[in-house]
């Protein structure tokens, strides 16, 4: 499989809500209730690039993949520090793509300086949990990540409790 990594651009914001909106749906894995505009979704792409990377993935011509980087805290200190997001169409889970996003974003943070990851994850303490899986976590420990932190029962969705752990990595 040949996946391609570019930037993203406005542009590509109504492929990207395509993908990230069953996240909002169908899934506890987005805290959003509902997935937003496509001029909001625009707004979020262009406010990202000002200072972060936020790239595609791109298979057959078709955007089967996003990642991208943002503020982990506002605070000055915490410049060299972001907090990491991806979403991959749910028809190309186990593709690859999530890997290839993943390098190539972490060889764009390197570049620029960064020094410390962290990925927010949902968590569920319940057993099969229609709305969320442990794909996420296992995903990130694979990619180097550690757990450093968990908000317990911090978040209600489908009126559920769920829990968020944070992971984090050193490059």
């Known amino acids: 499989m040949n996946v391609t990594i570019r930037e993203a651009s406005e542009d590509d914001a109504e492929s990207l809500l395509k993908i990230y909106a069953p996240y909002v749906e169908k899934t506890a894995i987005s805290f959003e209730y509902s997935a937003p505009s496509l001029d909001e979704f625009r707004k979020r ?10 790239i595609v993935a791109v298979l057959n011509g078709e955007i089967v993949g996003y990642a991208y980087a943002g503020t982990f805290h506002a605070r000055d200190a915490y410049l060299h520090t972001a907090e990491l997001s ?6 190309f889970h186990r593709f690859g793509i999530g890997t290839a996003l993943y390098d190539a974003l972490e060889e764009r943070l390197k570049a620029r300086g960064f ?3 962290y990925a927010c994850i949902a968590k569920t303490e319940r057993e099969n949990d229609e709305y969320l899986t442990d794909t996420s976590p296992r995903f990130h420990e694979k990619r180097g990540f550690h757990l450093c932190g968990t908000f ?6 489908f009126n559920q409790w769920y829990s968020i752990v944070y992971y984090e990595k050193h490059i």
């Open 152 to 157: 317990k029962d911090c978040a209600i969705k």
């Open 86 to 91: 991806i979403y991959v169409d749910e028809r």
């Open 115 to 117: 020094h410390a990851l």
């Open 45 to 54: 792409i262009a406010n990202i690039r000002q200072k972060y990377p936020y």
